[in-house]
């Protein structure tokens, strides 16, 4: 009988694992889906934020000082974002599936804004953790 008890308890304590590891990525990947969209709402409400966003992409020559600072801003917060994803399906909270999205993202230039865009990672990588930097880095390099 209390082996019996036992086993009840345990099978009861492996579901409960598994919901809550099932809430968990439904709530990494909900936080992901809201840093991404209060991202491209940001950038999308100000028509100066647009225009840099823009233009940094095409030409960052064109942008005046105080623009390519704010620029760099944005596409700092975009690398964070990104890093932010790559941690988190490090750590088991964003699924393989969820997590291939990114890696589209990060890892097709044309996606990631284009070759302006990956021309700028060399402003960033220094302050991102250093096997996101690696990741990236063997995106482009084609090894990925």
Do not use: K
Request: charged content about 20%; hydrophobic content about 45%.
């Amino acid at each position: 009988m209390g082996s019996g008890a036992v086993l009840i308890g345990l099978i009861f304590v492996g579901l409960e694992l598994r919901q809550n590891t099932a809430a968990m990525e439904a709530a990494s990947l909900q936080n992901q889906t809201d840093a991404s969209t209060n991202f491209l709402t940001f950038v999308a409400s100000d028509p100066d934020l647009a225009r840099i966003w823009i233009e940094g992409q095409d030409d960052l020559s064109n942008l005046d000082e105080t623009d390519a600072f704010r620029y760099f801003l944005l596409t700092r917060a975009r690398w964070l974002r990104m890093q932010n994803a790559y941690l988190q399906w490090r750590r088991g909270m964003l699924t393989d599936h969820d997590w291939n999205y990114y890696v589209g993202l990060i890892c097709d230039p044309a996606a990631t804004g284009g070759r302006q865009f990956e021309g700028t990672w060399s402003d960033h990588s220094s302050a991102l953790a250093g096997d996101f930097v690696a990741f990236v880095d063997e995106c482009w390099a084609g090894n990925r």
